[in-house]
């Protein structure tokens, strides 16, 4: 039996993983663009999403910023209940949202479908804080090269 793929636009797709997520589903999307990278690359990999009773700094989430709109980022910071996400292939931009506003946090990432990485591991959020916490032009050059080479 031939598989097929159905490709819906993210406002559609996301609506409706949003909703699975509320129903305390775990829900597997693939991903897209380059603002994870290196910790998710886009078209490769794919991540797993639960909703948690709560959101730290360095979780990834899947948030809705505006009705349809959606990014898979890294939560920078809290402040009571607003956050400021910033993706780790991005330099400079971030967004700001509330906890309202998280559909769901990743708990795994899923390397080219096959090899899962649990995102909720000490040593994953080891690498994430010492990523996260590297200075501007360390990731800027690191970014650069890794786009480059494309080496994860």
């Known amino acids: 039996m031939k598989t097929s793929k159905v490709v819906l636009p993210n406002a559609v797709m996301l609506g409706e993983v949003s909703r699975f997520l509320g129903e305390g589903k775990s829900v597997i999307i693939a991903t897209k663009g380059s603002s994870m990278s290196p910790f998710i690359r886009g078209e490769r990999d794919s991540v797993e999403l639960l909703k948690m009773p709560d959101v730290a700094v360095g979780d990834i989430v899947l948030c809705q910023l505006t009705p349809g709109h959606y990014v898979l980022h890294r939560v920078n910071a809290i402040a009571g209940e607003r956050l400021r996400l910033k993706g780790d292939g991005n330099l400079d931009a971030t967004e700001l949202c509330t906890k309202a506003d998280v ?13 899962r990485i649990d995102c909720t591991t000490p040593c994953f959020k080891r690498r994430s804080r010492i990523w996260v916490g590297a200075p501007r032009i360390i990731r800027r050059y690191a970014l650069g090269i890794y786009r480059r080479i494309k080496i994860l």
């Open 103 to 115: 559909c769901g946090t990743v708990t795994a990432i899923l390397r080219k479908g096959e090899k």
